[in-house]
């Protein structure tokens, strides 16, 4: 079950981990700063604050317009998501955050995402989805790659490397297609040479998840090295 919600708290968390953050060739504090001029580290609680207050009506209709959508279409996205990984996660939970900031990260300690709540509908649904399969995936991957990925940081590196285009080859699979109407994009521009790679051993292993997970970290621990 995916919960969407909204979380001023979190929204300032974000920021200060954010705020002239860069990773993978994007700069996530310009995305902050572009469209927040003027917000640093000491009065950003105060703009913070300020613009909950005065976009609240705004915020609030997004918030109950995306939680209406996505439980329209979360059962066809558990349903696409358990040819995947053999297993039916619509039991767990889950949970979103609409955030005022174009960040969309995800918090693996704190089972909690965010989405930026501009984006069009199609647009919020395809970071949801993005989000919760990383859930899915670091979980699969711990409950039968442990051996694999226990040495592993899934923030950085090869783990986090093969996260991200994995999201990138499932999100563009015909069921998830049906929904998004959308090709699903290369986010991260170190990812562009080494994602066709990755997407050949998807394509030989057919659909067995543990051989492509096995190959694809030994592929990109051999570019890394």
């Not at 003027?38 to 317009?65: A, F, R």
């Not at 979980?139 to 592993?152: A, F, G, I």
Request: glycine share 4%; aromatic share 16%.
């Amino acid at each position: 079950m995916i919960e969407i919600i909204l979380s001023k708290k979190l929204d300032k968390e974000t920021f200060l981990n954010f705020f002239g953050f860069r990773a993978g060739g994007v700069d996530f504090g310009g995305k902050i700063t572009n469209v927040f001029s003027g917000i640093n580290k000491k009065n950003y609680q105060q703009c913070i604050d300020d613009y909950y207050y005065q976009n609240y009506d705004e915020l609030s209709k997004t918030l109950v317009e995306t939680k209406s959508k996505i439980k329209e279409y979360q059962n066809d996205f558990f349903d696409a998501t358990q040819k995947i990984f053999k297993k039916d996660f619509s039991k767990k939970e889950y949970c979103g955050s609409l955030s005022i900031f174009d960040c969309n990260p995800r918090y693996l300690d704190k089972n909690i995402f965010q989405i930026y709540y501009k984006r069009d509908v199609l647009g919020k649904i395809e970071v949801i989805f993005h989000e919760v399969l990383h859930f899915m995936f670091f979980d699969y991957c711990e409950k039968n790659c442990k051996e694999l990925v226990q040495n592993l940081n899934c923030n950085n590196g090869i783990y986090w490397d093969l996260s991200e285009i994995f999201n990138i080859i499932v999100l563009n699979q015909s069921e998830f297609q049906k929904i998004l109407k959308r090709p699903e994009l290369i986010f991260y521009p170190i990812h562009k040479e080494i994602y066709p790679i990755i997407e050949k051993i998807w394509n030989k292993n057919k659909g067995n998840l543990n051989d492509f997970i096995k190959e694809s970290l030994t592929v990109l621990s051999f570019l890394h090295s």
